[in-house]
């Protein structure tokens, strides 16, 4: 299986600012790697897939980049309804994997 | 718009089965497979399997293998869940979601763009 480490598992951010982390995965996987956000109570919602594809429907504040083995998830000015667990996902291989989460709080 | 429905939340003891359904809408549900997901308190998302609405073919995390069965019923729109001798460690949200896919040059990238709202699963004596 593929293992994917992201960090922080947890990062404090005010409203506004420019937060970034980071997925690894265990081999190569090129750009087979897609973000999710959770929030509480609810089911994840694909952000970025194809590791720097915006959704459609996502505000254009996400940024995804990275191939092979490094990720990164950029936010741009942090807005109240961000504040979230994120998670990284890899679709190069069966069994898909995901990342621990980083966990976005005020 | 897209969306699936997922049966309501279970309560099981060990050793016994669970069923979870996820009822498709607004799209031909037999032109994309839909993946299974599970998530434990407090634990990363699991990938389970998933199956092809269309000519039902179906792919197992090895972890589970021997354990779960996903179907599917293309005249009902509905993708089925069925995991076997439950234990504590399964107790877990489960989602159902949608595969899609993208065309980057010449290289085709999946994802899972439409989830369930997720059903309850809790293994109890």
């Known amino acids: 299986d593929i293992q994917m480490t992201q960090s922080p598992s947890s990062l404090s951010a005010s409203v506004g600012d420019r937060v970034a982390f980071t997925c690894r995965a265990g081999q190569s996987i090129s750009s087979s790697l897609n973000w999710y956000q959770q929030k509480a109570g609810e089911a994840p919602k694909v952000l970025i897939s194809a590791a720097s594809t915006l959704q459609s429907g996502v505000p254009s504040r996400f940024s995804g980049g990275g191939s092979g083995t490094h990720f990164t998830l950029t936010i741009s000015s942090l807005q109240p309804e961000d504040f979230a667990t994120y998670y990284c996902?890899?679709?190069?291989?069966?069994?898909?994997?995901f990342g621990q989460g980083t966990k976005v709080e005020i | 718009q897209v969306q699936f429905v997922q049966s309501g939340a279970e309560v099981k003891k060990p050793g016994a089965s669970v069923k979870v359904s996820c009822k498709a809408s607004?799209?031909?549900?037999?032109?994309?497979?839909i993946h299974w997901v599970r998530q434990a308190p407090g634990q990363r998302l699991e990938w389970m399997g998933l199956?092809?609405?269309?000519?039902?073919?179906?792919k197992y995390s090895q972890r589970i293998q021997d354990r779960v069965t996903i179907t599917r019923d293309t005249s009902a729109s509905t993708a089925y869940m069925e995991l076997s001798s439950l234990r504590s460690a399964d107790t877990a949200i489960y989602y159902c979601a949608r595969a899609a896919k993208q065309l980057v040059g010449d290289s085709y990238y999946y994802y899972m763009d439409v989830w369930g709202k997720g059903t309850t699963v809790t293994v109890s004596s």
């Open positions: 607004g799209y031909s549900f037999s032109t994309y497979a």
């Open positions: 996902q890899q679709s190069y291989s069966t069994p898909w994997t």
């Open positions: 199956i092809n609405a269309g000519n039902g073919y179906t």
